[in-house]
C-alpha cells in the first residue's frame, strides 16, 4: 500500500512505502471511508515474520478446535489459507 510515510521508528519499515497483501490493502481503503474526515490509519509495517505467523495460527487452530471440534481444521484452512504450523 503506497503513500503511507515511515516515521523512521526502531523495528519498523526503513523505506517510506509500506507494502502489505492486496486483500489487506482494500480493507484499510474500506475502513478510510469511515474515518472522520481529518483522520487516517498511520501504518507503521506490513511484515509479519514467520514465527508471528505460526503463532497466530497455533491461537486460531486451538480456538477453532474448541469451538468447532467436527469442522476446525476445515475452518484452519479456509482463514489461513492452508499454512500449516
Not at 505460526?54 to 478446535?65: G, N, P, S
Amino acid at each position: 500500500m503506497k503513500g503511507f510515510v515511515n516515521l523512521g521508528k526502531k523495528g519498523f519499515a526503513t523505506t517510506k512505502e509500506i507494502f502489505v497483501r492486496k486483500d489487506v490493502s482494500e480493507a484499510l481503503k474500506k475502513a478510510k471511508k469511515s474515518l472522520p474526515d481529518g483522520f487516517n490509519f498511520k501504518v507503521w509495517t506490513g511484515y509479519r515474520s514467520l514465527e508471528e505467523q505460526r503463532r497466530l495460527v497455533e491461537k486460531l487452530e486451538k480456538k477453532f478446535k474448541k469451538e468447532f471440534p467436527k469442522k476446525w481444521h476445515s475452518m484452519l484452512v479456509k482463514y489461513t489459507g492452508g499454512m500449516r504450523c
